[in-house]
């Protein structure tokens, strides 16, 4: 099948988990064609890591700030409804695979003007997250108002063809909104099984020798609990003399702002480091510079049905993982005797997990073998992705008949 997949991202190449499904679908016998936004001066259509991009939609400024409010009320919009009849005639489009939920409807015509079937790919609870990624309580309240995007939500579910999430909560979210489960695939937010040794930097494992070093790797926001691990630290550091708590990431300037201003209240800064974004390649080092690595996002109902794959590049690279107590984070903790679970809110927790290992390279040790093995044993993109090439292969046979 000459697979049509759709993101509402403006973007060099695709993101990590839709590459994946690219590059195992183009395995698999298919061929993906990427439709994203584009910038002014970036061509229409390039190849990039091997995937096919076009880009097919454009907005100078004016126009984004129309379309931004405008969209966010209709879920439809003039320049992507050509770019797609375009993008489906010019490559030959058998299916349309819409990434995350803003283009579902607009995806849902074209199916049904063009006679395809449309898959939806759902990397997360977007309803919820709209009222956890944005602070503006106006925007919350109207374009970003979870009640009318949960409607559309059910209703753009209803007709589509297949649905894809990442975790099996997720599914069972949706068996509770109503959509039949024999429609719904689970294809894990994993990532790929080394080729080969994963190469570190020296300079960075140089740099935090000495150091027991609590990592987290990711986006900046209130919702990925950052500031319940800052407000755990000066309790943990009374029993650990060289604690060092390294953030790799960003992508919220406010919020690393305040994060800075509560590190330095609470006489810690002293042992924090954000060091920014860094490439894809480079985190592993940072990985491997850890002792132990968090991922203590805040409970409510959009991490309560995802899971973030730096869970699995953590045990991957054989670090033992404290997670808070989201079920998806505690479930895959426990089932793989990788880590410890705290509960989400409570600082002090946090800090008792933290000692707990720190005090105890035994237990380090075991967590980091454990986790390790489970997940190349189960938790590799490899492993995972099996229901991805089904729902292609069954709609293939489909297509055929």
Not at 211 to 222: E, R, T
Request: glycine share 8%.
């Amino acid at each position: 099948m000459r697979i049509g997949m759709m993101m509402k991202w403006k973007i060099p190449p695709p993101n990590v988990r839709a590459a994946n499904e690219a590059r195992t679908l183009n395995t698999a016998g298919h061929k993906v064609f990427f439709l994203i936004e584009g910038r002014a001066g970036e061509p229409r259509e390039e190849a990039i890591g091997g995937l096919s991009v076009v880009r097919g939609v454009r907005m100078g400024r004016p126009r984004e700030i129309w379309h931004r409010y405008t969209f966010n009320f209709t879920y439809r919009d003039p320049l992507w409804t050509k770019a797609i009849d375009r993008f489906v005639r010019e490559h030959g489009i058998d299916v349309l695979h819409v990434n995350d939920l803003p283009l579902l409807r607009e995806a849902l015509h074209a199916g049904k003007r063009l006679g395809l079937p449309v898959v939806a790919d759902l990397h997360e609870n977007y309803p919820a997250g709209l009222q956890v990624w944005y602070t503006n309580r106006l925007k919350k309240a109207t374009i970003y108002e979870r009640g009318r995007w949960e409607r559309y939500e059910r209703e753009a579910l209803r007709d589509v063809d297949a649905v894809i999430v990442v975790i099996e909560e997720a599914r069972d979210r949706l068996v509770n909104l109503g959509v039949r489960a024999d429609k719904i695939s689970v294809v894990p937010n994993t990532v790929p099984a080394p080729a080969g040794e994963i190469p570190v930097d020296p300079r960075v494992i140089e740099r935090y020798r000495g150091s027991f070093v609590v990592s987290y790797i990711g986006g900046f926001a209130p919702h990925r609990g950052l500031d319940v691990v800052i407000r755990a630290l000066p309790i943990a550091r009374e029993r650990i003399a060289n604690l060092k708590l390294v953030l790799v990431g960003g992508g919220n300037d406010a919020y690393r702002g305040r994060l800075e201003s509560l590190a330095r209240s609470l006489r810690c800064g002293d042992i924090v480091e954000m060091t920014g974004w860094k490439p894809q390649d480079a985190i592993w080092s940072y990985i491997e510079a850890s002792a132990v690595c968090l991922v203590p996002h805040a409970r409510n109902p959009h991490t309560d049905t995802t899971i973030p794959n730096k869970i699995f590049q953590y045990m991957m690279r054989g670090k033992p993982v404290i997670v808070s107590d989201c079920p998806p984070l505690a479930r895959i903790a426990r089932d793989t005797g990788g880590g410890l679970v705290f509960r989400w809110d409570d600082p002090a927790d946090l800090a008792r997990r933290i000692v707990e290992l720190s005090t105890n390279e035994g237990m380090r040790r075991k967590m980091a073998e454990t986790g390790r093995a489970s997940v190349l044993e189960r938790y590799t993109w490899e492993k995972t992705s099996g229901p991805l090439v089904e729902l292609y292969r069954r709609l293939a046979t489909m297509r055929k008949a």
